[in-house]
Nanobody, 123 residues
Framework: QVQLVESGGGLVQAGGSLRLSCTTSGLTFSRYAMGWIRQAPGKEREFVAA????????YYADSVKGRFAISRDNAKNTVYLQMNSLKPDDTAVYYCNAASRAPRLVNGEYDYWGQGTQVTVSS
């Protein structure tokens, strides 16, 4: 059974930082591209970031470029999202997801996803 478990969310003031983690089990982690999406109240889910299986290619939404950084540790079956200079507009539930190729994640296609972790940024 495939599981993706996110952690690291919380309440932070604008300008602060958080690091999200997503640990997986039940899949061959190194064979999957991994990503993060988010959903704010009343809004559709949106792509945030993706990383290919080796970590050599990374993709970001324009809204987070220069502020967020995605990385992975294949030995730990874990993907991370370092979020800096957080803004109130970043408030959302953040989900990690997995797909065979990173471009699929950019296009909103994924094979597995987690339960999400809440990130709240106060002004």
């Amino acid at each position: 059974q495939v599981q993706l478990v996110e952690s690291g969310g919380g309440l932070v003031q604008a300008g602060g930082s958080l690091r999200l983690s997503c640990t997986t089990s039940g899949l061959t982690f190194s064979r999957y591209a991994m990503g993060w999406i988010r959903q704010a109240p009343g809004k559709e889910r949106e792509f945030v970031a993706a990383i290919n299986w080796s970590g050599s290619s990374k993709y970001y939404a324009d809204s987070v470029k220069g502020r967020f950084a995605i990385s992975r540790d294949n030995a730990k079956n874990t993907v991370y999202l370092q979020m800096n200079s957080l803004k109130p507009d970043d408030t959302a539930v953040y989900y990690c997801n997995a797909a065979s190729r990173a471009p699929r994640l950019v296009n909103g296609e994924y094979d597995y996803w987690g339960q999400g972790t809440q990130v709240t940024v106060s002004s």
